[in-house]
């Protein structure tokens, strides 16, 4: 960000005094607004980026947690799905070599008829 002017992320004109930061850009806090519902963000409200601009938790919701089928632990990061299944890929073992999977192998692994997990060389 810069020293110099500082031009508002919502309306394009100057900043003569207080202001909130977000997603990159000055902004003057009358309008840091939600896209969706044009509510004030607070500057401690947490918010998606939708296109350059605040979107609230209230329009969008808080992000979807998923849990592993199996060690029913949070999933951050990459994940199996399968129907309504999520799972870690260490968690979920090749049915034949009884190997876990990793994210690597995503393009290795079948899913047979039966609904078991394999490696395409089993």
């Not at 409200?45 to 605040?54: C, H, I, L, T, V």
């Not at 949070?74 to 999520?86: E, H, K, P």
Request: proline share 4%; hydrophobic share 25%; aromatic share 10%.
């Amino acid at each position: 960000m810069s020293d110099g002017p500082k031009i508002c992320g919502g309306c394009n004109q100057n900043i003569p005094s207080k202001w909130v930061t977000g997603l990159d850009k000055f902004w003057h806090h009358e309008c840091f607004r939600c896209v969706s519902c044009n509510r004030v963000v607070a500057p401690t409200e947490s918010f998606y980026d939708k296109g350059g601009r605040p979107d609230c938790f209230n329009c969008r919701g808080a992000p979807q947690v998923f849990t592993c089928g199996i060690c029913n632990q949070t999933i951050s990061g990459q994940r199996l799905i399968y129907l309504a299944n999520t799972y870690h890929y260490g968690c979920k073992r090749c049915t034949k070599c009884q190997q876990s999977f990793s994210a690597d192998q995503h393009d290795n692994i079948k899913i047979l008829a039966n609904g078991d997990f394999v490696h395409n060389n089993c």
